[in-house]
């Protein structure tokens, strides 16, 4: 007879396998180290492998990434889309920026494919154009959730998808015994999505959880 330990221990091994189902190469793995050694938290390598086929079943041309980190999940985003698509990419920290670079040089990215600015996400947005996207990634300062979400629905066109990684916060977000202002503004950004007319949205427990929402 199978019990909750043995059901849960399967769940985590399911995780684990799903997590590895699409292995990183050299370029990713030496990209996500970096992450490490600047204390920038990666996407996942199951979030990273769902990206790419949300990013080349889209066929994205336009993508926007709010939070650039050391270029991990923004490598995922480049080879999903087409060889012509460009991914537009924010980070205000000039570090992990010219750590980006150096993956994108590694894994011979075409520098008219990337345009990396630097900058506060909340200055930068408001400067791209509305309805002009097909992918938007969130994945910065969680406290900015509401304001980049907002912010990435405006930009996408329709059928569009916006990605908000990190929805899960450490496991925090199922936990209703965790009222803490970043888990509450996480957790209330899920709720107000999956209310949203203007999307369909999911919570995929990839990673940190990669919660997609397609504009109608
Ligand atoms: C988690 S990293 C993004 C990682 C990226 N998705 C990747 O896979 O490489 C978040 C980025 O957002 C920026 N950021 C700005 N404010 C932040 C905050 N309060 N907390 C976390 N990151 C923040 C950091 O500079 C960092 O590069």
């Known amino acids: 007879m199978s019990t909750d330990v043995d059901a849960r221990s399967g769940r985590t091994a399911a995780w684990a396998y799903s997590e590895a189902f699409v ?4 370029v990713l793995l030496r990209a996500r180290e970096r992450a490490a050694e600047l204390g920038c938290q990666a996407s996942s390598p199951g979030t990273g492998a769902l990206l790419q086929v949300v990013a080349a079943s889209l066929g994205a041309r336009a993508v926007v990434e709010v939070g650039t980190g050391t270029g991990v999940a923004a490598l995922w985003l480049l080879r999903g889309m087409p060889a012509d698509g460009v991914l537009t990419t924010i980070d205000a920290e000039l570090e992990h920026q010219r750590a980006a670079k150096r993956a994108f040089a590694e894994a011979g990215i075409p520098p008219a494919r990337t345009r990396t600015i630097p900058g506060r996400p909340a200055d930068v947005l408001p400067r791209l154009t509305d309805g002009a996207y097909d992918l938007v990634l969130v994945g910065s300062d969680p406290h900015a959730y509401p304001e980049y979400v907002e912010a990435g629905l405006r930009l ?7 990605a908000v990684d990190g929805a899960l916060h450490g496991g925090r ?8 202002e970043v888990t509450t503004v996480v957790r ?8 949203d007319e203007r999307v369909l949205s999911a919570l995929a427990p990839s990673g940190d959880g990669l919660l997609l929402a397609v504009r109608r």
Do not use: F, K, T
């Open 173 to 180: 977000v199922p936990d209703p015994a965790r009222r803490d």
């Open 23 to 26: 292995p990183e190469d050299e």
């Open 188 to 195: 209330d950004v899920g709720r107000s999505l999956r209310a």
């Open 156 to 162: 996408l066109r329709p059928g569009g998808v916006l």
